[in-house]
């Protein structure tokens, strides 16, 4: 039971991982002009919801299970995602809106954003990988 | 003839020059000169005989590198044509009438005669693009295009081979209303200017072809339609079903059929092109390569054959490939043409307005001129090399073969001669160390000044904008303040020095502006930087005479042989002369390399409401009046297209057709989704069908008067707007006056009339929606710029309607209140505004980049765009009234450097079709003292960056945080003002004198429409105002937020201007306070877009009766708006100060006559930001807060 529990949350930090790199890529891409400002933010905000589902099922996995630590660690990155997600003004196109991104410096701080998220994944990962030994042992 | 030899240099040079990007010229060795067909009829009226080719003039000797070098380049466009362009744009071949030039060409170019084209080949083919454009109307005047000015020359392009050859035509339109247009006062040397460049642009056409065309020839006329057609995006299958589906066609317009083959697209009639008249097409499908030709010329059977289907098909492709890729294209259009141009030489030909009398009317005397008209030529030389410097003259006798301009200034001598004229860099920063030392001016304007004491700060008289404290050579070639202007005019060193500052730092831009004098340079190489692509500029450092260092990135890179030559001086090797060097503003014509596609003719589409309110308020009658007034003002050329499109619950099509009778209105009620009924008689050309656009115009006001729809469907009339504009761009005007009520992005009234005057802050200031903006993203992609008019006496959610001008780079017009009887004044103005907005300059799919000098970075931008990329801003359509701001940081030290450069350049597509590069430069010094940075601050600019600002943050926070933030900017600099300068009073507000105006400006931002709390201002006001500020050049703005005032009643002579001898008073400023007025007299105040004349109640009657022309106060009418033509002195007087203040601004302002009573009051006195209003401190009060706020 332990043990499948971390081997679907491992599936899910795998995705979140892969979603992070995805999202630095792309801005970075914008950075450097390789595309425009309305074809990253249609491609980014695409991500944004799927994003969300998958921290947001991490932690409650982990509340499920009843591994409290985790859960604690996981809980914020999933409430800044909804918070995120909740106040994107009406007008706005998404997270992530073409004529805002070059406004303000938030090109760096979305970037900064998925550099965190992308550490948070990897050291979440890890944190898996080993509860999910140590279950299998245990077993 | 010389012709054998030349072309062996020719195609040298030029493999070695382009490399791979000359497909057209494989064939090169056989056919010498390709390209000269056209260019030849084009110029045939002139006598063949002006260029004989004798070879071996002296100078064809010693320069015999040299002008194979400018036999090269005018070569060479031919190829960049059909590179260049990804789509297929056959369909503008059809698009010219052009065949008249063609016409007259006939005689000596047709009928195959394949000697006497290929004598005139070497004549016309030696010209170098640029010189011969410049100086062969002079002698030749007769052969000008000017002559037949509604007509554009054309000659077009041979599509060169590949299988999407862009057979783009390139159109030269002989432009004299051109000219005043782009404020250069000399449309002759403009127009003269362009018939080169397409002469370079000129298709090879060999024997082989010519004979292939004229076989050919009978088809030709056919296969023009299908071009056309793609043009306009024809679906005939689409029109067939439209006419079942379109069911409401009112009775009264006649029910007629469109024809498919139409030529709605500006063409000619087929018919009309007789032999003569295949030219252009023949043009079109000639190539150097005969295969290919040949392969041209089965396409064009293809098109014959099937011309419906395969016009649709070319205009899926067109479209696709305009539409899809036109984001990333469209900017690389820029890199991608200097690329290339880098790397390519040409002959330059500044067209400036000073260098006329310079220029003179002959051929320009030194190399540049073509090899095979060596009489025209010979004499200059004679005339110029001798003046040329003694190195110049032994580097070529020494190596007689060799380029002069690579050997010629090599010798040592030539350092010190040149040494002045090359300033480096380090010199250029001795001399401006040596200038921080001398402060005189920052003495003064560091002056510290305790505000709270010193009461009378405003000056008397308008003050020019604070000057960079550069050396006196580059202040006199910097950017005009007008155009481009800094908020601090001292970039501090690095960021820690600026935040030390605390004033905020960035650029004010009003690129577009209408200017009286501009050099235009027709040049085949745009000299730039090749790795940040930097236009050259006057602030550049030559470092010898081949080489020169950009001042953004310090790349250092070669000066190309043709900026060797210098139009001006009319001499070799004096590339610091060239106009380019010698302007900061300065317009280059852009060649193939920066286009996309062919340049879009102008395009206007109106979409008018006509819904109940709309005819209620009457606006469009006048909207007809004025249009019917100014159609044959509209900027635009011969390909100009117009349509029309009604809404209410229902989207109204105009099928304009040439050949209808009347126009024919198509209903579409399916608006939830919405289609074209018809594709190629809805936009049409406008010289056609101009009867027909007249009748509509005359006939629209009538035709809904007793509707009862009371429903406003604007979305989906904006999304039949975009699809019936999306295979060309162009223009869209929206006239509204109701809240969308109907199909996609329709709105609900968002605001509540009891918060008007809330304190706490301002609900509902963005969009509700995203429907708006993503059309007018969608918009901005197909090169289509939205124009808002909102109409509305109630609310109408201006914030959410607003986006879609803000991000198609359109304008945003507001008439509260309009009605066209109850309202005279707004009447007057809308009017009055239309009259502009419809005559003034445009600039289709146009992109702006603006760059900075390595360290500096770009952050956020404030305007009517879409920021594409992290410099690029894209505007569909830009006109002169816009201004933009950029906030700039520090992201590396300055330290390195003395001068920090900005340089903003503007490509766009002029309405004659040309595209052009405006090119603004600023220079501004580096330095590293606190007091240097206050001393340079700019306190309009700053107010006017700290309005946008707080604009964005209101949005995007709330309107108190942005009220706070503004308040804080104020007590941040001065506290760092008064640390700085620490052993100042310690009591007072003090600050220094470049500064002593900021906290007024920002009381008066904090009191206007966009920023106050407390008063009652209707949501749409508020908004509206808030786009102004985002949106209006920085003179227009600084009126808005502080008018001037002038006593006005005691106008006298002292001190008055004399322009033309007409005498301007020139009354001095008042502050804006209550103290001021006196009963006594009478005040004008200049806010801008309205002018206030307040008369007090005991305003003597002289003043009443000769001015005003009314025997005393009493009889002043209430709602006097004009001062009436009285042969008064005083009224003389008074109505040349007011015409004065006038012209200083593109839009005629609204003028009320007030009298001193309660009724007119409030709209005067909200003005009055230095006094206590009800819910706002006084200036005197603000500044104490601030005191306090220092204090702590």
Redesign the interface.
């Known amino acids: 039971m332990e043990a499948a529990v971390f081997i679907l949350s491992l599936i899910d930090c795998c995705a979140l991982i892969f979603l992070a790199v995805y999202f630095i890529i792309t801005l970075s891409d ?2 450097c ?1 390789y ?5 990253c933010c249609s491609k980014l905000n695409k991500w944004v919801i799927p994003e969300l589902v998958g921290q947001a099922l991490a932690t409650v996995l982990m509340l499920f299970s009843l591994h409290w630590f985790i859960f604690l660690l996981n809980l914020p990155v999933a409430s800044w995602n909804v918070y995120r997600y909740l106040k994107v ?5 998404g997270v992530f809106d ?2 805002e991104i ?4 938030q ?1 760096k701080s979305h970037m900064k954003e998925a550099m965190i998220k992308l550490g948070f994944h990897l050291l979440c990962f890890f944190i898996y990988l080993y509860s999910m030994i140590l279950a299998l042992i245990n077993d | 003839m010389s012709a054998p030899g030349y072309t062996n240099l020719n195609s040298s040079v030029n493999y070695s020059l382009n490399g791979g990007a000359t497909p057209s010229y494989q064939n090169g060795p056989g056919q010498p000169y390709p390209a000269m067909y056209p260019s030849s009829s084009y110029y045939s009226s002139t006598p063949q005989q002006a260029y004989p080719a004798a070879p071996g003039h002296k100078a064809s000797v010693v320069n015999n590198d040299h002008m194979s070098n400018y036999y090269h380049n005018s070569n060479q466009p031919p190829p960049a044509g059909p590179g260049s362009g990804p789509s297929p744009y056959g369909p503008s071949s059809t698009s010219h009438p052009p065949t008249q030039p063609y016409g007259t060409t006939a005689p000596s170019s047709s009928g195959a005669s394949q000697p006497p084209s290929a004598f005139q080949h070497p004549a016309l083919y030696s010209m170098p693009t640029a010189y011969y454009g410049q100086h062969y109307p002079t002698s030749h005047p007769q052969s000008l295009p000017l002559s037949q000015p509604p007509q554009p020359n054309l000659v077009s392009v041979s599509s060169g081979t590949s299988m999407n050859a862009p057979l783009y035509p390139i159109v030269s339109y002989p432009s004299a209303p051109g000219s005043s247009q782009y404020g250069t006062l000399r449309s002759s040397q403009m127009s003269s200017g362009q018939p080169p460049v397409s002469t370079v642009m000129a298709p090879p056409s060999s024997g082989t072809e010519q004979q292939f065309v004229q076989g050919n020839g009978s088809s030709i006329p056919a296969s023009v339609t299908p071009a056309h057609q793609s043009y306009a995006d024809p679906l005939l299958s689409q029109t067939a079903a439209v006419n079942g589906q379109a069911n409401a066609v009112p009775q009264h317009y006649e029910h007629s059929l469109h024809t498919p083959m139409t030529q709605h697209y500006g063409g000619p009639p087929p018919t009309s092109q007789g032999p003569d008249g295949d030219r252009p097409p023949s043009g079109t499908s000639t190539s150097v390569h005969s295969s290919p030709g040949h392969q041209q010329g089965l396409q064009y059977g293809g098109y014959i054959a099937n011309s419906g289907v395969s016009s649709s098909a070319a205009t899926a492709r067109d479209h696709s490939s305009s539409s899809s890729d036109a984001d990333e294209e469209d900017e690389e259009d820029e890199e991608a043409g200097a690329d290339s141009s880098s790397s390519t030489t040409g002959s330059a030909s500044p067209v400036p307005n000073s260098y006329e009398s310079l220029e003179g009317g002959s051929y320009p005397d030194s190399s540049i001129p073509p090899p095979a008209d060596p009489s025209k030529r010979a004499p200059p030389f004679g005339y110029s090399y001798p003046s040329m410097q003694p190195g110049y003259q032994q580097g070529s006798s020494s190596r007689p073969d060799s380029s002069p301009s690579h050997r010629g200034y090599n010798p040592p001598g030539y350092q010190a001669q040149y040494s002045q004229p090359f300033p480096s860099l380090s010199q250029l920063s001795a001399a401006l160390g040596g200038l921080s030392g001398v402060p005189e001016l920052e003495v003064d304007a560091l002056r510290p000044v305790n505000l709270i004491q010193e009461r009378n700060l405003l000056p008397p008289t308008h003050t020019a904008s604070p000057e960079p404290n550069l050396s006196t050579e580059l202040k006199k070639v910097n950017c005009s303040p007008d155009t481009f202007r800094c908020t601090l005019t001292s970039i501090p060193q690095t960021q820690a020095l600026l935040n030390k500052a605390r004033l905020p730092l960035g650029l004010l831009l009003h690129p577009f502006r209408d200017l009286t004098q501009l050099p235009v340079i027709t040049s085949n190489t745009i000299v730039r930087c090749r790795s940040c692509r930097t236009y050259i500029n006057p602030f550049v450092s030559f470092l010898d005479q081949r080489r020169w260092k950009c001042n953004l990135c310090y790349r250092v890179n070669d000066v190309p042989d043709e900026f060797m030559y210098n139009p001006v001086t009319r001499s070799y090797g004096e590339p610091h002369k060239r106009p380019e060097i010698q302007n900061s503003t300065v317009e280059f014509i852009a060649s193939s390399d920066y286009m996309l596609r062919p340049p879009q003719p102008a395009a206007y589409l109106f979409v008018l409401d006509v819904s109940h309110n709309a005819i209620e308020a009457g606006y469009l009658n006048v909207f007809c009046q004025s249009l019917l007034e100014n159609l044959d003002k509209l900027p635009g050329d011969t390909r100009t297209k117009i349509g029309f499109l009604t809404f209410d619950s229902t989207i109204h099509f105009y099928n304009l057709q040439e050949g209808l009778s009347q126009p024919q209105m198509l209903v579409v009620s399916d608006i939830d989704d919405v289609f074209i009924p018809t594709h190629d008689s809805l936009l049409v050309n406008l010289k056609e069908s101009k009867e027909l656009v007249k009748e509509l115009l005359t006939a629209l006001p009538r035709m809904f008067t007793n509707t009862r729809e009371t429903h406003s469907a604007l979305g989906p009339a904006l999304q039949a707007a975009f699809k019936l504009m999306s295979p060309t761009g162009g223009r869209v005007s929206v006239f509204q006056t109701q809240l969308p009520t109907l199909g996609a992005g329709l709105l609900h009234s968002r605001e509540d009339p009891n918060q008007r005057s809330s304190t706490k802050g301002v609900q509902h200031l963005g969009p509700a929606t995203d429907f708006y903006k993503k059309l007018a993203l969608d918009c901005s992609g197909q090169q289509i710029g939205v124009d808002l008019f909102l109409l509305s006496s109630q609310y109408s959610d201006l914030a959410s309607l607003a986006c879609v001008s803000k991000y198609s780079a359109g304008s945003i017009f507001y008439y509260p209140t309009f009605h066209h009887i109850h309202n005279p004044a707004q009447r007057q103005k809308f009017q009055k505004d239309l009259q502009r907005y419809l005559t003034r300059k445009i600039g289709f799919e146009a992109v702006m980049r603006i760059r900075c000098t390595k360290g500096l970075s770009i952050h956020t931008f404030h305007g009517n765009f879409f920021v594409r990329s992290t410099d690029l801003l894209s505007l569909a359509n830009v006109n002169p009234d816009s201004g933009f701001a950029v906030q700039v940081s520090i992201e590396e030290s300055l330290a390195d450097t003395s001068l920090a450069c900005f340089q903003a350049a503007l490509l766009y597509t002029s309405s004659k079709g040309k595209r052009r590069i405006r090119v603004h430069t600023l220079c501004l010094p580096v330095v590293s003292q606190l007091s240097d940075v206050f001393a340079g601050a700019d306190v309009e600019a700053i107010t006017c960056l700290l309005a946008n600002m707080a604009i964005d943050r209101s949005i995007s926070s709330s309107l108190t945080d942005a009220r706070d933030a503004l308040v804080n900017a104020v007590v941040d600099s001065l506290s760092a003002y008064r640390a700085n300068g620490s052993s100042l009073q310690p009591v007072g507000v003090i600050a220094p004198a470049s500064l002593r105006l900021f906290p007024l400006y920002v009381l008066a931002l904090l009191k206007q429409k966009a920023l106050r709390t407390g008063t009652s201002t209707r949501l749409d006001d508020r908004v509206f105002a808030m786009c102004e500020f985002k949106s209006q050049p920085l003179k227009h703005m600084m009126r808005m937020v502080h008018p001037d005032l002038y006593r006005i009643d005691n106008l006298s002579e002292q001190g008055a201007l004399h322009l033309n001898d007409c005498v301007i008073p020139q009354p001095p400023l008042l502050q804006l306070s209550a103290e001021k007025l006196t009963r006594e007299g009478a005040f004008l105040m200049d806010c801008g877009s309205v002018m206030y004349l307040w008369v007090g109640k005991c305003c003597s009657e002289i003043f009443i009766r000769d001015v005003l022309g009314y025997p005393n106060y009493a009889s002043i009418p209430p709602n006097m708006t004009e001062i009436p033509e009285l042969e008064t002195q005083s009224s003389q007087r008074t109505r040349a100060f007011l015409s004065w203040l006038q012209e200083s601004r593109t839009f005629f302002p609204c003028f009320y006559v007030l009298k001193d009573d309660p009724s007119t009051k409030t709209s005067f006195f909200q003005h009055l930001v230095e006094d206590r209003t009800e819910s706002a401190q006084s200036y005197y009060e603000f500044l104490l807060h601030i005191q306090q706020q220092i204090c702590h």
């Open positions: 914008l950075e002009d595309i425009n400002a309305r074809a003004p009406m007008g706005n196109m073409p004529t070059h406004n303000r410096g090109l």
